[in-house]
């Protein structure tokens, strides 16, 4: 933006307004009151026609002017009305001897022009202008009507000019202002667009994982499971074509034993994909999630499982679904591999921490070793991914305690969580 660009106070009327606001004979108001007031009150002081006749004439171009400069722009507009109204300035303070539109007049020559520079010399003219009309009577007063003249002359240009350069400062200090405001609104929305793509990219790759984590789980589960189905059904329609005797094996002659394993594995698969597809509801409450997953834990297995959630409150849904796939994991193992008679599960929030702590009394392993199956190795993933971390105390024959910490910000952005929620 140009320095004639940033003139919007003192030479609004011939610049395009930046607020877009329509340009009409209301444009300027207080102006055109300076201007009539002053020429108005200098024909009270000094009446007369002649006087009288040069007021109507600065109206008159004054209006013209605000016509051909204001609402029409017309090429070369403010030079010829300069020249227009400062003749008519220095004419009416020759007839009536009264300055007051002289105020108006200097304001018009900064006003009229769109560059420093201009507005500049044409003061310096008006202001010669005045001199030369009040010099012939100063010379008539000897040195002191010279010395009245000239510091009339010239000390009005002085005002006018130091005005016009602490308004023009004062504008361009503005508008420097209004562009870093235009700048920083900018960079807000921008961020505000990374933010959002950020946002997709994060829920995309929550949808990735998810879709790996049951990829997983349904080969260490499901698969598993059908796996030993369609073993034991082949093994059993082999045992039952020998047993036949040449007739066609039927049920009759199918081994109990071999049916009862394909009963149980059966359940077995039935209570795991149930378990999946309890993992696609989101949960309403973390603390009431947390007591049915107990509550269905003892109801199933027979383990007393106590839960302890009084020291926590609510944080962002997908620190949530993570503390929950977590506690989800340690169950089914302790379910699989524990055979414990006790678990105490703890949920609480520790120095801007959320934390959650599984304890069962059953075998225990050794954390040192590798571990077969998916579920571990995914839940430390996803806690590390966010940020947390997981612990792991345990020893054969001693119980087990699972630890995960995971840290919580005001300003997590909760975005539709790919990973689907609690039984």
């Known amino acids: 933006m ?8 003192i030479a609004g009327g011939n610049l395009c307004t930046l607020d877009g606001v329509p340009r009409s004979w209301a444009t300027n108001w207080p102006l055109h009151l300076i ?9 009270v002081i000094s009446p007369g026609p002649l006087t009288a006749l040069l007021v109507s004439f600065w109206l008159a171009a004054y209006a013209a002017t605000h016509w051909a400069v ?9 030079t010829v009305s300069t020249i227009v109204l400062g003749g008519i300035a220095v004419a009416l303070l020759g007839v009536s001897n009264v300055g007051l539109h002289l105020f108006a007049a200097f304001m ?12 500049l010399a044409a003061t310096l003219l008006l202001a010669g202008g005045v001199v030369l009309v009040l010099l012939p009577r100063g010379l ?10 000239l510091a009339t002359g010239l000390g009005s240009a002085l005002f006018s000019v130091l005005m016009a350069t602490w308004i023009w400062q004062i504008e361009t200090l503005s508008h420097e202002r209004r562009e870093l405001a235009e700048e920083l609104a900018d960079s807000v929305q921008s961020l505000e667009r990374t933010r959002s793509a950020l946002l997709v990219l994060e ?7 998810e879709a790996g984590r049951l990829a997983a789980e349904i080969h260490d589960t499901l698969a598993q499971s059908f796996t030993s189905i369609t073993m034991l059904s082949q093994a059993a329609r082999h045992t039952s074509g020998s047993d036949g005797a040449g007739g ?3 049920t009759d002659s199918t081994p109990v034993p071999l049916l009862a394993q394909i009963e149980e594995i059966s359940r077995e698969g039935l209570a795991e994909s149930r378990a999946l597809i309890a993992r696609t509801q989101a949960p309403l409450d973390l603390g009431a999630a947390l007591n049915r997953l107990a509550a269905d834990l003892e109801q199933r297995t027979g383990v007393r499982t106590t839960v302890d959630s009084s020291g926590w409150s609510s944080v962002a849904t997908r620190t949530e679904v993570v503390l929950l796939r977590t506690l989800q994991e340690a169950l089914r193992n302790i379910e699989r591999h524990a055979g414990a008679g006790s678990v105490r599960i703890r ?10 702590e599984v304890s069962d009394d059953g075998a225990g392993f050794d954390v040192d070793l590798p571990t077969a199956g998916y579920g571990l190795v995914g839940t430390r993933s996803r806690l590390e991914a966010e940020g947390g971390v997981l612990h792991l105390v345990s020893s054969r024959g001693a119980g087990t305690t699972l630890r995960a910490v995971l840290p919580v910000t005001a300003t997590t952005p909760e975005v539709p969580d790919a990973e689907p929620d609690a039984e």
Request: without cysteine; negative net charge.
């Open 35 to 43: 201007v009539a007031g002053t020429a108005l009150l200098g024909l």
């Open 108 to 119: 018009l020559m900064w006003v009229l022009h769109s560059t420093y520079r201009a507005g």
């Open 347 to 356: 949920l609480t929030r520790e120095e801007g921490d959320a934390l959650l």
């Open 70 to 78: 204001v609402l029409r722009s017309l090429p070369g507009a403010g």
């Open 2 to 9: 140009t320095q004639a660009e940033r003139r919007t106070l």
């Open 203 to 209: 829920h995309q790759r929550g949808v990735d994982e």
């Open 248 to 250: 066609v094996g039927g």
């Open 140 to 149: 008539e007063s000897g040195a002191a009507g010279v010395a009245v003249a």
